[in-house]
């Protein structure tokens, strides 16, 4: 099967990405994408976007070169509370909300701190996916997260770029395949994110589905192959 939706892409908004999002569109056009969504840095990264551009997200039309476009934010996670660096009113505004752990924004702490955290996080009403969840800087008691991901409907990023080698997030790939291992056993479902921070890499998920298939998880909990199975996680696509 083929993924028709990318839910983590970053425009030139984010501080250190190198894409528009005509460019970004027009490439997820020729990949045959349905939906693709824009998800910038929020302003507790450095050189991250203001608050204001996310607000203004609502001047954008819904559909871009026949590509439906998701107004988002990839949320940076503040503390071990689970505090975001945008509040409440603004996430309101969004379709779609990534909450990632990032260097700049926070730093590590033990497992106990960042499981407690995405645990928290999980139980957000206004967060849709944990972002790149495969990075040993912030390690976490992984059953316990894809427990916590089922029960509260928070996908569990997997996240391509963290795979290539050119990530920067150590131990990604065993990390991963641990949670996809887990994910199966426990019927959790995941969702493929290209991260991608130039045009190029829209709706690229070529490491994420060959260690999807190395580990033999089920096609059926993975939500980006069809707009319904994606829908029952971002309510918004119903509601417009």
Same mark, same amino acid.
């Given at each position: 099967?083929?993924?028709?939706?990318?839910?983590?892409?970053?425009?030139?908004?984010?501080?250190?990405?190198?894409? +528009?999002?005509?460019?970004?569109? $027009?490439?997820?056009?020729?990949?045959?994408?349905?939906?693709?969504?824009? +998800?910038?840095?929020?302003? &507790?990264?450095?050189?991250?976007?203001?608050?204001?551009? @996310?607000?203004?997200? *609502?001047?954008?039309?819904?559909?871009?070169?026949?590509?439906?476009?998701?107004?988002?934010?990839?949320?940076?996670?503040?503390?071990?509370? &689970? $505090?975001?660096?945008?509040?409440?009113?603004?996430?309101?505004?969004?379709?779609?909300?990534?909450?990632?752990?990032?260097?700049?924004? =926070?730093?590590? &702490?033990?497992?106990?701190?960042?499981?407690?955290?995405?645990?928290?996080?999980?139980?957000?009403? *206004?967060?849709?996916?944990?972002?790149?969840?495969?990075?040993?800087?912030?390690?976490?008691?992984?059953?316990?997260?894809? *427990?916590?991901?089922?029960?509260?409907?928070?996908?569990?990023?997997?996240?391509?770029?963290?795979?290539?080698?050119?990530? @920067?997030?150590?131990?990604?790939?065993?990390?991963?395949?641990?949670?996809? +291992?887990?994910?199966?056993?426990?019927? !959790?479902?995941?969702?493929?994110?290209?991260?991608?921070? @130039?045009?190029?890499?829209? &709706? *690229?998920? !070529?490491?994420?589905?060959?260690?999807?298939?190395?580990?033999?998880?089920?096609?059926?909990? =993975?939500?980006?192959?069809?707009?319904?199975?994606f829908s029952k996680y971002v309510p918004s696509l119903i509601e417009q």
């Amino acid at each position: 099967m083929h993924p028709i939706i990318d839910v983590h892409c970053h425009t030139v908004a984010s501080g250190h990405a190198y894409s +528009t999002i005509e460019e970004l569109t $027009r490439t997820a056009q020729t990949k045959k994408l349905e939906i693709i969504a824009m +998800t910038d840095h929020s302003s &507790g990264m450095p050189g991250g976007a203001h608050h204001y551009h @996310f607000y203004n997200l *609502r001047v954008l039309p819904q559909i871009i070169n026949g590509v439906r476009v998701l107004k988002g934010v990839e949320a940076n996670i503040m503390d071990f509370n &689970g $505090r975001l660096d945008v509040d409440d009113e603004l996430l309101s505004e969004l379709d779609l909300v990534i909450a990632s752990f990032h260097p700049p924004c =926070i730093e590590a &702490g033990s497992t106990s701190d960042h499981t407690r955290t995405l645990s928290s996080v999980c139980e957000n009403p *206004r967060v849709h996916i944990i972002g790149h969840p495969g990075d040993s800087q912030y390690g976490f008691d992984l059953l316990e997260i894809v *427990r916590a991901s089922k029960a509260t409907s928070t996908l569990l990023e997997i996240n391509n770029t963290s795979l290539t080698p050119a990530s @920067f997030r150590p131990g990604g790939k065993k990390i991963i395949k641990e949670i996809l +291992t887990l994910c199966a056993l426990e019927e !959790t479902p995941v969702v493929l994110g290209s991260d991608a921070h @130039f045009s190029s890499d829209v &709706g *690229r998920f !070529t490491e994420a589905l060959t260690l999807i298939q190395e580990v033999g998880f089920p096609e059926e909990l =993975i939500v980006n192959f069809s707009v319904k199975s994606f829908s029952k996680y971002v309510p918004s696509l119903i509601e417009q």
